[in-house]
């Protein structure tokens, strides 16, 4: 099987089940270490919902994203400029970047824009071209990812992305979540190697915070937008004592995924 980030060649790491149904084989390209799937036959299955029943942190991601991208596009970009979330779900990351002065759009082929109606990429309101395209968890979902990338990057010249970086050594089927088995919805994992080969592939500066969030800019930047000041480390230690001394309860969001893994399993 050809990787489909360089075209060259890969070697089979495991098959694992999906859906609870369906055996298929995960391949490694040999080259940057990019993940893929066989060619995923059961995405119809998959996507019955848009968004799967296990995303369950998905509105607390997109208010730690809303603080997280504000201040990267008042330093390193022209926030007076206009912006796009491609494949934005139900809008609730436009909403929140627009609540925060961010004039912010929202596209998606597969699901419904709830939350910032009336500021759709095709809505007469839009201003392309844009400064800038956010995709949070996207880049795991897609079949054929050059392509793909490609065509977010026709909405803007700077991209703004996540996706959780392949652990080393790289995980058996059963030792990492990310691999999202029960749902069948990912099928492409990125190492830091591959999304450098796509960078240059596009002629963009690569920047990442080595874990989940990158970006791919056609500037190069006066620092890595993603590194953490004294400050903001003291910002982080400040709001822990807080939590400590307010007697701020632990989130319920890890038990609650468990159990709906085990009702997706039981229905399936």
């Known amino acids: 099987m050809e990787s489909k980030i360089t075209g060259g060649a890969t070697s089979h790491l495991f098959n694992a089940t999906i859906l609870s149904k369906h055996t298929i084989g995960f391949f490694q390209c040999q080259e940057t270490g990019f993940i893929q799937t066989e060619k995923p036959h059961w995405l119809s299955e998959a996507y019955a919902d848009a968004i ?36 934005g779900g139900y809008g609730l990351f436009t909403r929140l970047m627009r609540n925060r002065g961010f004039d912010f759009y929202h596209t998606d082929k597969f699901c419904a824009n709830i939350f910032a109606e009336g500021h759709d990429l095709s809505s007469e309101n839009t201003k392309p071209p844009f400064e800038l395209v956010t995709a949070f968890e996207v ?5 054929n990812p050059m392509a793909d990338i490609d065509e977010i990057l026709q909405h803007a010249p700077n991209l703004l992305f996540s996706t959780v970086i392949v652990p080393s050594p790289v995980p058996a089927a059963n030792e ?7 749902t069948g919805q990912h099928i492409a994992f990125y190492t830091i190697s591959s999304l450098e080969f796509i960078a240059k592939k596009h002629n963009k500066f690569f920047y990442s915070n080595g874990k989940n ?23 982080k230690l400040l709001n822990s ?25 039981n229905n399936s």
């Open 52 to 87: 799967t029943k296990l995303d369950l942190g998905l509105v607390q991601r997109n208010i730690e994203l809303s603080e997280t991208v504000a201040p990267i596009l008042n330093k390193f970009f022209n926030p007076s400029a206009a912006f796009l979330d491609y494949a």
């Open 139 to 143: 880049f795991e979902h897609l079949e």
């Open 176 to 182: 990492w979540w990310y691999y999202s088995l029960e």
């Open 213 to 235: 969030l990158h970006l791919f800019s056609e500037k190069e930047l006066r620092s890595n937008p993603f590194k953490k000041t004294a400050t903001d480390i003291c910002i």
């Open 241 to 265: 004592v807080i939590k400590k001394l307010s007697g701020k309860r632990n989130s319920l969001l890890d038990a609650d995924i468990q159990q709906a893994k085990q009702l997706l399993k």
